[in-house]
C-alpha cells in the first residue's frame, strides 16, 4: 500500500485530497488564487471573506468549495465561522490591508487599524481555530498546518511603510513561536511576497498615487531585480506545497516570493 501511495505522489505531487482548508480574504487577490490552487489540488475549501456576496460568487466557481462570512477582526464573527465547522486541516491567514506612511505621517488611528487587521486577527483567527487544527492529525493522519501571508515588509525596512513593516514583522514573529510551541501537532509557516499584481496593490496605487500611477507601478517592477511584479498564482503554488504530505519537515519557516527584492 505504502508503494502505491509513493507512485501516486511521484504521479501528482503536492494532493491535499480529503483535506479541508480555510482561507481568510479569500474573495480576492492572493487570497482567491490560494483557495483557487487549494481547491484544485483536492481540498475542500472554504472560502471566508468579509464580502460575503463575494465569496459567494467566488465559491461558486470552484469544485467543493463553500463561502463563509468572515470578520476577522470580529471575535463574534470568528466564534460563529468555528461554530459551523467539525473539521479543519489547514488555514491560511491571508487577510490583511496597507498603509502609506513614515512614523510622522501614521496617525494613532491609522496605527491601531493596521495592527487589528493585520496583527490581532491572526491571533484571534488562529487561537479560535486551533483546537480543531490540533484535532487534524487524529481525522486526516496529516498534521494540522498554518501558512501566514506576511511580507517582505516584515523582513526589511521599506520606505514609507511604518506601519506595514511593523505589523508584518509581528506575523512572522508569531510564526517562529507558535511552530516552537507546537513541534510535534501542528506545522506553522508564513510566505513573504514581494510586490503582487493585485487589487491589493491596484488601492494602493489609486489612493496614494492617482497623478503618477503608472511612473510608480514602474518603480515597483524595478526594486524586485526579477524586473516584474508577482502573480497571485506564485504565492498560492508555495501556499498548495507548505500545506502538502511532501512539506512535512517543515515548520517555523519563512519563505519570499520577491523576485529578488531581498537578495539584491
Not at 509581528?170 to 510586490?195: F, W
Request: hydrophobic share 45%; with cysteine; charged share 20%.
Amino acid at each position: 500500500m505504502k508503494d502505491s501511495q509513493d507512485s501516486a505522489s511521484l504521479l501528482h505531487p503536492f494532493r491535499l485530497d480529503g483535506c479541508h482548508a480555510l482561507v481568510t480574504g479569500a474573495a480576492s487577490g492572493i487570497g482567491a488564487a490560494t483557495a483557487r490552487e487549494l481547491a484544485s489540488a483536492g481540498a475542500s475549501v472554504l472560502v471566508a471573506d468579509i464580502n460575503v456576496t463575494a465569496a459567494e460568487a467566488f465559491a461558486a466557481t470552484l469544485p467543493g468549495a463553500r463561502p463563509l462570512h468572515l470578520d476577522v477582526t470580529s471575535r463574534e464573527s470568528i466564534a460563529a465561522a468555528v461554530s459551523r465547522l467539525t473539521r479543519l486541516d489547514i488555514l491560511v491567514n491571508n487577510a490583511g490591508i496597507g498603509h502609506v506612511g513614515s512614523i510622522e505621517a501614521t496617525e494613532p488611528d491609522d496605527f491601531d487599524r493596521l495592527l487589528d487587521v493585520n496583527v490581532r486577527s491572526v491571533y484571534l483567527v488562529t487561537r479560535a481555530f486551533l483546537p480543531l487544527l490540533l484535532a487534524a492529525q487524529a481525522e486526516s493522519g496529516r498534521t494540522g498546518c498554518i501558512v501566514n501571508i506576511a511580507s517582505v515588509a516584515g523582513l526589511v525596512g521599506i520606505k514609507q511603510r511604518f506601519a506595514y513593516c511593523t505589523t508584518k514583522g509581528a506575523v512572522v514573529a508569531m510564526t517562529r513561536q507558535i511552530a516552537v510551541e507546537y513541534p510535534k501537532t501542528l506545522r506553522v509557516n508564513a510566505v513573504c511576497p514581494g510586490t503582487v499584481e493585485t487589487p491589493f496593490v491596484e488601492g494602493y496605487l489609486e489612493k496614494f498615487h492617482k497623478h503618477n500611477k503608472e511612473e510608480v507601478r514602474a518603480e515597483l517592477r524595478a526594486r524586485q531585480p526579477i524586473g516584474r511584479l508577482g502573480q497571485p498564482e506564485e504565492i498560492a503554488s508555495m501556499v498548495r506545497y507548505l500545506a502538502s504530505s511532501e512539506a512535512a519537515f517543515i515548520t517555523g519557516s519563512l519563505f519570499t516570493i520577491d523576485g529578488g527584492w531581498t537578495a539584491a
